[in-house]
């Protein structure tokens, strides 16, 4: 397997924390995100239709190998000033709020603008009409929407948060179970090794693996491989071995079984379902 690495963001990302998950909520920090090859996944809806879950939006949520891959390529950030007071530090938080609500404001108020001069397009279109005065009257109508359209303020999208990520907040914190350290670390190793190549890789929870792995960006390539991590003293079971590669025959991907080794390298071993005798 080979592929070029990728390239560190300029930008500082900042990461924010919604319990255990980490969250990129700037589109800024997006791009930095993607410009290292990490992809994430979409959570939040769009401002025009925060209803639907088609099409989704921020925050995007990273894998826990992305955000320390991503820890690895930024710079830390500059120290800032602290705040003289409580006070200053609160209005601060309050202006950033408020510019944050004029942008999404500026917005949506130009997607509704847009979405009223279709709807005047197709009123006429619906009527048959393609002459010269009816083209004249089509501009005239969308000159006056331009000039006299009002987007209320009370018509403003905004999303909110309804859900809560990680362990239930509630129950005791015994609950929680203790995050395996040296699986954790394996799959790192190997995250980082498959970026270093060149290739992409999202979460493979739902074919029975660590990660899928894409020759490319995943909106243009499909997956060709599904990589399960293991320790090099690790012991697997004919069964899972079965099971895993059954599968992988019937996704059409190949299943990679990625052991990190004591060099810094990790070692790929490809399985293949071949029937059974």
Known sequence: MSGQGAESPARQVRVSRCD?????????DVEAARSLGLVGALLGSLPRTP??????????????EEEQLLGTSRRPPPPSPPPTSAREARAAEVALFQESLQQSYDCQRVLAL?????????SF??????????????????EAVERHFVFPRSALAVQLSTARAGPDADGPPGNAAAPDAVRDDARFRVFADLRRRGFYLTSAGKFGGDFLVYPGDP???????????????????????????????????????????????????????????
């Not at 255990?20 to 800024?28: I, K």
């Not at 209803?51 to 826990?64: A, E, F």
């Open 20 to 28: 255990s998950a980490p969250l990129l909520w700037r589109t800024q």
């Open 51 to 64: 209803r639907q879950n088609l099409r989704l939006g921020r925050p995007l949520l990273l894998l826990p």
């Open 114 to 122: 847009h979405e009223r001069k279709r709807a005047v397009r197709r």
């Open 125 to 142: 279109s619906a009527d048959g009409a393609g002459d010269s005065e009816a083209e004249a009257e089509l501009r005239r109508r969308l």
């Open 219 to 277: 909106l243009r390539f499909h997956a060709h491989f599904i990589a399960v991590c293991l320790r090099a003293d690790q012991d697997v079971t004919l069964s899972d071995l079965l099971a895993i590669s059954r599968l992988g025959s019937n996704v059409k991907k190949t299943v990679l079984l990625c052991s990190p080794r004591d060099d810094d390298g990790v070692m790929y071993s490809s399985l293949t379902w071949s029937g059974m005798v």
